[in-house]
């Protein structure tokens, strides 16, 4: 038996046959005769050698996966929970329609860069803009990809949610309440901001912001605005900085669930409570903000069914059906002990 891991040609060779023989034996049985099949297949198990499932499926130019492009690391997106029930809402199709699901970050900081290493039939593309580089070199290499949470674009199918809405739902709700200092915890959007603006959610969330702000004769200059990455201690941590100043905010309107999480954790430190001196909002709406304490008022927006919608489109589109056109989904706001008048 030879040393090292056997490979086709090791079988070819203890068999008798050719290693067309041996390819035709896992793919395409039909084409040689039953005996020298059985006679291969034993070789094969006898040198304990399996063919690369891999290179079948990418010989027969499909790999039965798709890739979710993730536009921070594994560590960043794995530590928002958002993304648990978003990948949630795709695996359930996944498992539906015989599909694997393949998490694809960037690799050495680069989404680009990761693209081509991914063996996958098509792209998931997770909060990046419609004319970032990706977008376009999966159009280049034709591969079919749906956007998530990014701008529209012309021929690709997109789902995304009604960002301007929910927020502007929110921000008049805490108007309506009384508060005219208001904070807001922003997801950071990078530092291509001064050149090109904001992008995407974000920038429907502000705008969402903006337009219930000119109701009441108020605009964004009266806003305290902090931008920060979405994690729980960024969010605290931001909140802290907020409270220092003359005049705090009596409400902090954060624009995900998490960061709204420490924006609490910040205050509670603070010994400020929650919400008969400061109110707090997010958007989201995760499993934990109903039994967080206090339970968060917040933006309910569908994330596992964005998930299902994205990866049936995807699907779809592999397959060649017909395109599905961009797809807006609703967005509530749910009331909870988070949010009071201001004192």
């Avoid at 891991?5 to 049985?29: C, E, L, M």
């Avoid at 070789?43 to 890739?67: H, V």
């Avoid at 902090?226 to 905010?249: K, Q």
Wanted: hydrophobic fraction near 40%; include cysteine; charge should be negative.
């Amino acid at each position: 038996m030879p040393s090292g891991k056997a490979t086709s040609s090791d079988v070819a060779a203890a068999a008798g046959v050719s290693r067309s023989a041996v390819s035709f034996a896992f793919n395409n049985p039909q084409r040689i005769s039953v005996a020298t099949r059985e006679r291969i297949l034993a070789a094969a198990e006898e040198l304990g050698y399996a063919p690369s499932t891999l290179g079948r499926m990418l010989q027969a130019g499909t790999t039965g996966s798709i890739g979710v492009l993730l536009p921070q690391g594994l560590g960043r997106i794995l530590e928002n929970p958002y993304y648990s029930r978003f990948l949630m809402g795709a695996g359930q199709v996944c498992d539906q329609e015989g599909y694997t699901l393949l998490l694809t970050p960037p690799l050495q900081d680069s989404v680009l860069k990761a693209i081509p290493y991914a063996a996958v039939d098509g792209f998931i593309v997770c909060g990046l803009e419609a004319d970032r580089g990706e977008v376009a070199e999966l159009t280049r290499r034709g591969i079919p990809f749906v956007l998530i949470d990014s701008d529209r674009l012309e021929g690709a199918p997109s789902v995304e949610v009604d960002d301007r809405g929910g927020a502007r739902e929110v921000a008049r709700y805490l108007l309506d309440l009384g508060h005219r200092r208001l904070a807001v915890l922003s997801m950071d959007p990078g530092a291509e901001v001064p050149v090109r603006g904001y992008r995407g959610p974000l920038a429907r969330r502000l705008a969402g912001i903006a337009d219930a702000l000119t109701d009441f004769g108020l605009t964004m200059a009266d806003v305290r605005l902090a931008e920060v990455p979405v994690t729980r201690s960024e969010g605290y941590r931001a909140t802290v900085g907020l409270m220092s100043g003359d005049e705090p905010p009596t409400a902090v309107l954060a624009l995900s669930d998490v960061l709204a999480y420490g924006a609490v954790d910040a205050l509670q430190e603070l010994a400020i409570k929650v919400p008969a001196e400061v109110s707090v909002t997010g958007f989201d709406d995760l499993a934990e903000s109903s039994w967080f304490r206090p339970r968060l008022t917040t933006v309910r927006q569908p994330i596992v069914t964005k998930g299902r919608m994205a990866a049936d489109f995807l699907i779809s589109a592999i397959r060649g059906e017909a395109q599905h056109p961009h797809q807006t989904l609703g967005t509530s706001l749910i009331v909870r002990e988070s949010t009071a008048k201001p004192a």
